[in-house]
C-alpha cells in the first residue's frame, strides 16, 4: 500500500511556475518567460499558472500561450473576492488613513500593493490551483536568467532537501513594517516550540533576536517547497500577523514574511543560494561570480555588477550565518 522510497523517488515531481501579474504588463512578461524557457523550462515542460485580481485578456493569453512550448500545459485564473480584498476584521478607514500617512513611502499610498503582497503571504499557496504541486517557482515581469538551468531544478531542491531558494537577498526599508518584528517576537513567545532548534537566526538577526536586520530574500525570485507554507508553523505565524492587521496598517511585504519564517522554522541548510540561476530584478543584477559556475552554465550577465557582496545585499550575511566560505575575490565588490 506505501510506496518504498525507491518508488517515490521515480516519481516525477509536482512543480510549476506561478505569476501573479496584470495584464498591463504582458510586454514585460514574456522576456522573463522567454528566458525561463529558453534557458530551462523547454527541456522539462512544468506547467505555468498566472493569477490576477481582474479576467486575463484574450491578448494576455494568446501572447503568452505563443511563448510557451506548446507540451506545457498553462491556467489563467482570476483570483476569487476573498483573495483580494480587505478581511472583515479590518478597519477599512485606518487602513486608508494608513496609506495617507505613509504616501512618501515606496508603495506606502497603494492599496492594491497591499493586497498583492497579503495574497503572496497568505493565500497563492492555498488556492486550488496550486493544491497539486509540491514546489514552484515565482515569475514577474521585467526579470530574467542569464544561466542554463540543464538539470531539472525542482528534483535538485528536492534531493538536496532544500525547501527555499533564493538569489538576491537584501534589506528592507523599516517604515514600511516597524511592527513586523515586535509582531514575530509576541508570536514566538506563543508558540518556542515552532521554532527549529537548527534555525538560520543568524541571517534575520544580529543579536540573537532582539532586533530584526531587516534583511530578507527577494521573493520575486523564488524556488520553493509549497508545503511549508502550508505548515502549520508557517499558516499559524501568517493567519497571527493577519490579524494584526499589518498588512493594511503598516505596509508589510511579503519577502521579509517569507524571509522570518523560514529563517525560524526551517533547519539552515534547507535554505539555499541559487547562485548558478543568476537573476535580475531592476535594479538588482544577480550574476555568479565564480569563473568556473559561469563557465560551467553558459551565463551571459556582467559578473562585475553581481550585487550578493554589495554593501547593501545581505548576501555575506547568508554564507557567515550558514557556514559556507565566500567565493575568491567577494571582498571587491565591498562598496
Ligand atoms: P515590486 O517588485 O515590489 O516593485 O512590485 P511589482 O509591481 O513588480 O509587483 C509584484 C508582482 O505582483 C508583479 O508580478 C505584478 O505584476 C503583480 N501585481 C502587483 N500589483 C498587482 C495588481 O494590482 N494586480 C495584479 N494582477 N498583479 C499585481
Ligand atoms: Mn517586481
Known amino acids: 500500500m506505501f510506496k518504498s522510497e525507491e518508488e517515490l523517488k521515480k516519481e516525477p515531481i509536482k512543480a510549476c511556475f506561478m505569476s501573479l501579474v496584470r495584464n498591463e504588463e504582458l510586454d514585460k512578461l514574456i522576456p522573463s518567460m522567454q528566458r525561463i524557457e529558453e534557458r530551462f523550462n523547454k527541456n522539462y515542460n512544468y506547467t505555468y499558472i498566472f493569477f490576477n485580481d481582474v479576467p486575463f485578456t484574450e491578448e494576455f493569453e494568446k501572447k503568452v500561450n505563443e511563448t510557451?512550448?506548446?507540451?506545457?500545459?498553462?491556467?489563467?485564473?482570476?483570483?476569487?473576492?476573498?483573495?483580494?480584498?480587505?478581511?472583515?476584521?479590518?478597519?477599512?478607514?485606518?487602513?486608508?488613513?494608513?496609506?495617507?500617512?505613509?504616501?512618501?513611502?515606496?508603495?506606502g499610498g497603494s492599496e492594491s500593493y497591499r493586497h498583492m503582497c497579503r495574497f503572496n503571504s497568505k493565500w497563492f499557496y492555498h488556492h486550488?490551483?496550486?493544491?497539486?504541486?509540491?514546489y514552484y517557482w515565482r515569475i514577474?515581469?521585467?526579470?530574467?536568467?542569464?544561466?542554463?538551468?540543464d538539470y531539472d531544478i525542482f528534483e535538485y531542491m528536492n534531493n538536496n532537501k532544500f525547501v527555499y531558494g533564493f538569489t538576491i537577498s537584501l534589506y528592507e526599508w523599516e517604515e514600511t513594517v516597524p511592527d513586523l518584528w515586535p509582531?514575530?517576537?509576541?508570536?514566538?513567545?506563543?508558540?518556542?516550540?515552532?521554532?527549529?532548534?537548527?534555525?538560520?537566526?543568524?541571517?534575520?538577526?544580529?543579536?540573537?533576536?532582539?532586533f530584526y536586520n531587516q534583511c530578507h530574500f527577494w521573493s520575486n525570485f523564488e524556488i520553493a517547497n509549497l508545503n511549508f507554507y502550508r505548515s502549520l508553523q508557517y499558516q499559524t505565524y501568517v493567519e497571527y500577523l493577519d490579524r494584526t492587521g499589518i498588512f493594511y496598517y503598516e505596509r508589510a511585504g511579503d519577502a521579509p514574511v517569507h524571509s522570518i519564517a523560514a529563517s525560524l522554522f526551517l533547519p539552515k541548510e534547507a535554505v539555499t543560494f541559487l547562485n548558478q540561476v543568476s537573476y535580475q530584478h531592476p535594479p538588482f543584477l544577480h550574476c555568479p561570480i565564480e569563473k568556473d559556475v559561469y563557465k560551467q552554465y553558459n551565463c551571459d550577465c556582467n559578473q562585475n555588477y553581481d550585487f550578493t557582496f554589495q554593501g547593501y545585499s545581505c548576501g555575506i550575511r547568508y554564507y557567515d550565518a550558514n557556514n559556507i566560505e565566500k567565493p575568491a575575490g567577494y571582498e571587491r565588490f565591498q562598496h
Not at 486550488?128 to 509540491?134: Q, R
Request: proline letters at 7%; hydrophobic letters at 30%.
Open 128 to 134: 486550488p490551483a496550486m493544491a497539486e504541486f509540491d
Open 68 to 107: 510557451i512550448n506548446p507540451k506545457s500545459k498553462v491556467k489563467y485564473i482570476q483570483l476569487p473576492e476573498e483573495m483580494w480584498s480587505y478581511p472583515d476584521f479590518i478597519d477599512e478607514e485606518e487602513a486608508a488613513n494608513t496609506r495617507e500617512k505613509m504616501k512618501k513611502i515606496i508603495y
Open 183 to 210: 509582531t514575530t517576537k509576541n508570536f514566538i513567545q506563543q508558540k518556542p516550540h515552532f521554532l527549529n532548534n537548527n534555525n538560520l537566526i543568524k541571517f534575520i538577526s544580529d543579536d540573537d533576536g532582539e
Open 140 to 149: 514577474e515581469p521585467n526579470t530574467g536568467i542569464y544561466c542554463d538551468v
